[in-house]
């Protein structure tokens, strides 16, 4: 594997334990399923895709110096990431999550990235000690990074100039942190990677389509967006026009993940030179295949 990363990924990762059911859902219910434990994270899920789409990610993150920890990166390193950049702490456990989903989709999950947070600036490290870069020598390259870091480490990055020749693109983690993300709306920094409901917090509104959505997000300074609203149209809206498109029509098997595979292989796709249609196709597609079950490539 190339020890040179072709793009940053910078977030939350950790243990996703994820319980599934094939029988619709409700509060309280209790019901006959599967309960797996695999490597996960925003910004993990987001990287196992770059890797499986060709490229080396690099990660940026705060990992326990435990078992788990341990096992977390080996896990990471088979999978086609650079792991040695990331923050190991003596004082903190490896992060977890945890999420119930059902036939009639997520049913509640609670992220327990209390580690990482804690953690803050110090993940970012190789970026200004010589590492990958330098405040003198900013870093030039592809950065995916998550909303789980804290709101005033998300604000920084935003006006960073340790970012400010960097191809930065942004996702909120989840519709209770998509409010972390104004921040690059404000500066008008970055591309942004939504779906509809985390769109309408950051505006403080509701939308009925992603076009809507994306276009609202434009004329409130946002650089760039891309809205997605699951099954129905998903727009990428930027200065020059709004595109919209249509993802194919699949059975649901799961869709913890969905999001971040779709952003990865939206990036995967424009470092790979497709024009802006045919890298919103390829990613809807990418997406759509993960919802089904299978794993996209």
Known sequence: MNSKPDILCIGSVLWDVIGRSAS??????DVPGRITRLPGGVA???????????????????????????ELLAACAARGMVTGLVYRSDDLPTDRYMAVEGANGLIAAIA??????????????????????????PYQGRVALDGNLTLALLSDIAQSPLFASADLRVAPASPGKAERLFPFVKQGR??????????????????????????TLLNRGAARVLVTDGGAD?????????????????????????????????????????????????????????VSGETPS
């Open 190 to 215: 970055g591309t942004l990677y939504v779906n509809l409901e985390e769109a309408g917090l950051l505006c403080n509104q509701s939308f009925k389509t992603s076009r809507a959505a994306a276009e």
């Open 112 to 137: 327990d990235a209390h580690s990482l947070e804690a953690a803050g600036a110090k993940i970012l490290a190789p970026l200004s000690d010589g590492r990958l870069a330098s405040e003198h020598a």
């Open 44 to 70: 993990m899920n987001i990287a196992m895709t770059l890797a499986r789409f060709g490229l080396t990610p690099a990660l940026l993150t705060a990992v326990g110096h435990d078992p788990e920890g341990d």
């Open 24 to 29: 619709a859902m409700r509060q309280g219910s």
């Open 234 to 290: 998903a727009t990428e809206g930027r200065p020059d026009g709004l595109l919209t498109q249509t993802p194919p029509q699949v059975l649901v098997a799961r869709v913890t993940g969905a999001g971040d595979t779709f952003m990865a292989a939206h990036i995967a796709s424009e470092a790979q030179g497709l024009a802006p249609a045919a890298a919103l196709d390829s990613a809807l597609k990418a997406a759509a295949t993960y």
